[in-house]
């Protein structure tokens, strides 16, 4: 009787046992499969930053070359108008001093 006690007492505690062992081996995988998922979505999450990080570069460098281009043309036109503006004030001088020099020449 103390035998079969004994046995039983075995018997049940190695299914204890095993099942133990074959829990803590699912939750082994659930938490190795976990642990691939979030590896997984961490390096797609890097990724997709990454590729979001190229693209706003590149749309960042498409708007700089764009204000470049804008600010140079804009440099280029008061560069445009400058010169003319000082070109009309030379012109301008120029009359007004030949006039003078004329006049004084005429009145002469």
Do not use: Q
Request: glycine residues 0%; contains cysteine.
């Amino acid at each position: 009787m103390v035998m079969m006690v004994m046995m039983v007492m075995v018997m049940v505690m190695v299914m204890v046992m095993v099942m133990m062992v074959m829990v803590m081996m699912m939750v082994m995988v659930m938490m190795m499969v976990m642990v691939m998922m979030m590896m997984v979505m961490m390096m797609m999450m890097v990724m997709m930053m990454v590729v979001m990080m190229m693209v706003m570069m590149m749309m960042m460098m498409m708007v700089m070359v764009v204000m470049m281009m804008m600010m140079v043309m804009m440099m280029m036109m008061m560069m445009v108008v400058m010169m003319m503006m000082v070109m009309m004030m030379m012109v301008m001088v120029g009359l007004l001093w030949f006039d003078k020099r004329y006049n004084c020449v005429s009145s002469a």
